[in-house]
């Protein structure tokens, strides 16, 4: 099959197909055609071959190829057959870069539904392969879609899920494009102060030269143009229209008709917000306008007609209708949803009988809304399950350790066997869960009921008969008996605390059980100071969100004990209306950021999802730490 | 305090033998083998004359209320409270739902709660709802732990371990705001003096109630000024 025989040590092996793959790979000299024909023909043969690699890449390869001749179609095609391949070889890594390759070519026929889907796929099973480039790289396309649907709050928390898994990669292109989704989403949300910060950390990473280059000097452009424009909104009009007037100096502007029609149209819109109508901003705005038509810029056009439909709003409605339905057949062309209602919202206001209009606006609105309410479901659903696998991992890992700690052999297979038992049921039943958020939540108290009573009925008790075993019956001299039963005891204790951290929680008298939790560590120099509970009318809250808010609170309160020496904490229970809120102070070291994965917290964050509550902090080495759960009844 | 409930059904019976400053009679509910061994053999050594054991609940139930029947009755019961759940069956699954039944039908008898739970909101239960006489936890001093519980309980006593009392008194410490506290910090946020607000209650409250919380609340977050305890009830999303 392959000649193997090694040239040099260093030198990277390639068989005769990868070779072959490879030249045509590099091959710049041929047209696009010319090299797709090549490798259908390639393809044709690698198939016949059992190096499944080298068929993938050339799929990868032709899709790109496909989408690069703008044969859409073609790429989505091949997409497909790449995928129904690596299904049928079970190459998970594989099926994972066939979904995000569907994701960006069905979002390229404006189904970003559709898209978002597949992207969740890719995300899901290069989660399970702990591939965190790809996960970073899903989870950004996926804040891109929630983005340009205009679900700001759900592109936030994609985006910044992202952040997490490429931290501590050197994908800074990646990493940029997700501030920026975050500033962007923050400017939407008039939180400009926040806007800023997160754009001023993309820029940030334009270090140097290298930097630069990987982030591209494309985005770089869009991201100074989006200071400027959040500049604006602070009113801060000077430096925005100065860093404007820098950004049209630029070669890299000068050269790109595009950039420079959006930072003119960008200016104008900007001088007009300062000052009001005038001829400079009129002039700019018009200028863009033309550049755009010119280079059949679908989107730019968008942008300039809104522009001059505002602009002329006031003065001459007329005009201001003209534009309005400009950006509206602009917006149809690339069935970009909330330009549509931008454009309609225009026309409601400046057309004197737009019932159609009007109706289409409300139609639009309530797509909107449902697609963003069913990405966020997708998403939140498989961030669920995946974080479940996890969380039983490490129970595993940490029951593991004592196992490690464990040096009289016997003991330890004894355990060990009580341990794997166990687990594998907890494992069997974790399986079977799934369905819907409510489902796996009562499901997973279920089972941490089940487990709890495993660990406290055989595991602990049996840790504790076996070392009051060892102490009163078992003939060893004391050198070696005493630290023995010391590390049985350690043992034991630890075992009894799993069983007492998953025990099941009495939701009848829900106050209760979380003044008992908080009871638990009011002890050993920790004051507990709380007000009524029933501040919070827990008879309305359904039990899966008291579940989770019960294990929540219990994660902070262990995690304060854990680690930050803190004297007193305090936790205060709070309710608006549906609205309740929970605050959490305590005055030990805090931590940094740094040590933030390792606490938990993360799972008290995706546990207050999975409930659409929200998990927020504040903490920094030395000065304490606060969080605050808000969730609805 | 822990008062044993007194009804007018209660059978009446005697001692066996004055001197015997011990019960003479214990039933052990626990479906450890190793365990009620352990249990067992420190009951001998105290000694108590009459030991029995049983693995199940409902067992136990039928065990007290024939005892009882044949006017012999038991006078302690040391129990578990989780108990395995191989028999189908059972009527009583939990060490709680026995304690409940048997104090149904005999009010008097002692109990003794040994276990491994940790919770100490639930241990506080077993003693506050269930009326237990004692609550000993495994562990490596169980043994001594169980004579000296025997030892108090039989006395009348309640038993729990010295540490597991520092545990109770703590516990009961956990401190709570109240509302009018509350209502205090933030009248003190708009700069309300201290008579001010003790005449915006309704009733209103009398100045040196407000000047105790006030100060209550002082220590209790450590501030020295009221500035300083305004500040921190705003932190702390007190107020």
């Known amino acids: 099959m392959s000649s193997c025989a090694p040239k040099n040590d260093s030198d990277k092996i390639h068989t005769p197909l990868q070779q072959e793959f490879q030249d045509l790979y590099d091959n710049k000299s041929l047209s696009t055609n010319e090299t797709l024909n090549r490798l259908g023909l390639f393809l044709k043969k690698a198939k016949t071959s059992n190096d499944d690699t080298i068929v993938y890449r050339a799929y990868l390869f032709k899709t790109s190829l496909h989408a690069k001749a703008g044969q859409k179609d073609s790429a989505l095609f091949y997409s497909h057959a790449l995928l129904e391949r690596a299904k049928l070889k079970g190459d998970p890594s594989y099926m994972g870069r066939a979904y995000t390759k569907l994701g960006v070519y069905t979002k390229s026929f404006h189904k970003l539904s559709e898209s978002f889907e597949y992207y969740n796929e890719a995300y899901g099973i290069h989660k399970s392969l702990n591939d965190s480039i790809r996960i970073g790289e899903n989870l950004l396309y996926m804040a891109n879609i929630q983005k340009s649907l205009g679900d700001y709050t759900g592109a936030k928390e994609t985006a910044v899920d992202g952040l997490i898994y490429l931290e501590k990669t050197s994908e800074i292109k990646s990493i940029s494009s997700l501030y920026h989704n975050i500033s962007i989403a923050f400017r939407e949300q008039k939180n400009y102060d926040q806007a800023l910060t997160y754009n001023e950390k993309v820029l940030a990473l334009a270090r140097d030269s290298n930097a630069k280059k990987k982030i591209g000097k494309n985005a770089l452009l869009i991201y100074k143009n989006t200071k400027a424009n959040i500049l604006a909104n602070q009113q801060k009009f000077d430096a925005a229209i100065s860093l404007f007037n820098d950004l049209l100096q630029d070669p890299a502007v000068q050269n790109n008709v595009r950039e420079q029609a959006r930072i003119q149209s960008n200016l104008g819109y900007v001088k007009w917000v300062q000052s009001g109508r005038n001829h400079e901003s009129e002039t700019l705005l018009l200028e863009a306008l033309k550049i755009r038509q010119g280079a059949n810029d679908v989107s730019g056009l968008i942008a300039s007609n809104v522009h001059l439909s505002k602009y002329y709003l006031e003065d001459a409605p007329e005009k201001a209708l003209h534009y309005a339905e400009a950006a509206l057949e602009n917006a149809d062309k690339r069935n970009s949803v909330l330009a549509i209602k931008e454009a309609l919202a225009l026309i409601i206001h400046l057309k004197s009988n737009s019932n159609d209009e009007a109706k289409r606006y409300t139609e639009i609105d309530k797509k909107i809304t449902d697609i963003n309410q069913k ?17 039983d991992n490490l129970i595993l890992e940490a029951t593991t350790a004592k196992k490690e700690k464990q040096n009289v052999l016997i003991l330890s297979i004894m355990i060990a066997i009580l341990l794997f038992g166990t687990f594998l049921i907890l494992y069997l039943r974790a399986k079977n869960r799934r369905n819907t ?45 005493t630290p023995l039963v010391n590390k049985l005891e350690n043992l034991y204790f630890r075992t009894r605390d799993i069983s007492t951290e998953t025990a099941d929680i009495d939701l009848e008298d829900f106050p209760q059980s ?9 002890a050993q120099g920790v004051q507990v100071i709380i007000n009524p509970i029933d501040q919070i009318d827990w008879n309305r809250v359904p039990d899966y969100k008291k579940i989770v808010v019960y294990r929540c609170l219990q994660e902070l309160m262990i995690n304060m004990k854990k680690h930050s020496s803190a004297s007193q904490v305090t936790v205060i229970f709070k309710n608006t ?37 929200t998990f927020s902090f504040d903490t920094t080495k030395g000065n304490g730490f606060k969080a605050r759960l808000h969730f609805s009844t | 305090m822990i008062q044993q409930k007194e009804t007018a ?5 005697i001692f066996p033998l004055k001197n015997n400053a011990m019960f003479q009679k214990v039933l052990i509910a626990e479906d450890h083998n190793l365990t009620h061994r352990g249990l067992e053999s420190t009951l001998n050594e105290i000694p108590v004359p009459q030991v029995l054991t049983t693995q199940y609940c409902d067992d136990a139930l039928l065990k007290i209320k024939s005892a009882l029947l044949s006017q012999e009755p038991f006078e302690l019961l040391i129990t578990d409270l989780s108990f395995d759940d191989a028999h189908r069956d059972r009527l009583l699954t939990t060490g709680e739902e026995l304690i409940e039944a048997i104090r ?3 009010p008097s008898i002692k109990i003794i709660v040994f276990s491994i739970e940790n919770r100490i909101g639930k241990i506080k239960n077993l003693f506050e709802h269930y009326e237990i006489n004692g609550f000993v936890g495994k562990g490596r001093e169980e043994h001594r732990d169980i004579k000296k519980a025997l030892q108090t309980v039989f006395e009348g006593g309640v038993y729990r371990s010295q540490q597991m009392e520092q545990r109770f008194r703590s516990a009961g410490d956990i401190n709570e705001i109240h509302q009018n506290d509350v209502q205090i910090l933030d009248l003190l946020s708009k700069g309300q003096s201290q008579p001010q607000i003790a005449s915006s209650f309704s009733p209103p409250l009398s100045l040196s109630s407000i000047e105790k919380r006030v100060n209550k609340l002082k220590d209790l977050f450590n501030a020295k000024t009221l500035a300083q305890l305004v500040s921190i009830a705003k932190d702390r999303g007190i107020i």
Do not use: C, W
């Open chain 1, 375 to 391: 990405n966020r479901d997708i998403y939140s659903v498989g961030k669920f399950e995946n974080n479940k696998l996890t969380q």
């Open chain 1, 437 to 481: 958020i409510k489902e796996g939540i009562r499901q997973t108290h279920l089972t941490e009921g089940r487990l709890a009573k495993k660990i406290h009925d055989e595991l602990a008790n049996d840790m504790s008969d076996t070392m009051n075993y060892v102490d009163n019956h078992l003939d060893i001299p004391e050198a070696s008996k």
């Open chain 1, 514 to 522: 979380l003044k008992y939790v908080l009871m638990q560590h009011n």
């Open chain 1, 577 to 613: 209306g549906s609205k309740n809120e929970i605050r959490y102070t305590d005055n030990g070291v805090g931590f940094d950021m740094e040590t933030l994965q390792k606490r938990g917290l993360h799972n008290v964050e995706t546990r207050m999802q999975s409930i659409s509550g």
């Open chain 2, 9 to 13: 059904l209660r059978p009446v019976y």
């Open chain 2, 104 to 106: 149904k039908v005999q």
